[in-house]
């Protein structure tokens, strides 16, 4: 998808982060824009950032398939196409396996897979209806690459969203659709997902345990010397250009992949490359 001016983009979780660095720089591009959160007074402040094109903010929770159906009809209604698709909205849970509770569960897989699921259910038919070029991007993460310690919740819907994500891709390249997917897979970029707390559902909410405490700080350390979200961003905008299925931010996880691969054929437990 080469050109990105009058087109349409829909970026979810865009209230801060690599989805508002996302939609300043489609803005950038000459793109109309629906950004969605949960967050009023973020959204607010990246539609203002966003600049004096044309954009459109909806408060939705993205692991609501009612709410994201909703966000589907307003941005086709709106705007009567859309051409991007950013599933992007994501919440961060760590600590170990066996303390993460239910509800922790509940909380991660929600967003951060169902936010995915929920998005290809309201948009994907439509946009291949209209029978133009489109592409779709999913945040996924590095930790849907490498299971890490201290991530389980994280790493398990991470890893979903990437199987979806690639599920999406061989389906439509098998029937010949126009659309493309990035599975976007960052590791460390200056978000604020360390703090995801903030915008968890008070029926979601649990006692924080001493090895969540640890998972946070550990990700506090990584995050502080990441990436830009801008820098991001404009990767993202290169992937869309080259049709770009994988896109990981930071070289060194190529080889931690091949690394990875050589260790399981063996039968071994692959070691971790180094979190940039």
Known sequence: MRELSGKVAVVTGAASGIGRAMAVRFAAEGMSLMLADVDPGGLAETAAMAGEGRVLTQITDVSDASAVQHLAARSFGEFGAVHVLCNNAGVFQGGHMWTRTPEDFAWTLGVNLWGVL????????????QDTEGHIVNTVSVAGLFAAPYMAGYSVSKHAAFAASLSLAQ??????????????????????????????????????????????????????????????????????????????????????????????????????????
Not at 120 to 128: P, T
Not at 201 to 223: E, F, K, N, S
């Open 171 to 276: 389906d439509l390249a098998l029937t010949g659709a126009k659309l493309r997917v990035t599975a976007l897979c960052p590791g460390a970029v200056r978000t604020g997902i360390n703090r995801s707390e903030r915008v968890r559902p008070a029926d979601l909410m649990v006692g924080r345990t001493r090895d969540d405490y640890d998972a946070q700080g550990i990700i506090d350390a990584v995050l502080e010397n990441g990436l830009a979200p801008e820098d991001v961003a404009g990767m993202v905008v290169r992937a869309i250009h080259e049709e770009r299925f994988l896109l990981l931010t930071h070289p060194g996880y190529a080889k931690g992949l091949r690394d990875q691969v050589d260790a399981l054929l063996a039968g071994g437990l692959p070691q971790l490359p180094d979190y940039e």
């Open 118 to 129: 929920h998005g290809v259910n309201a948009f994907v038919r439509r946009m291949i209806e």
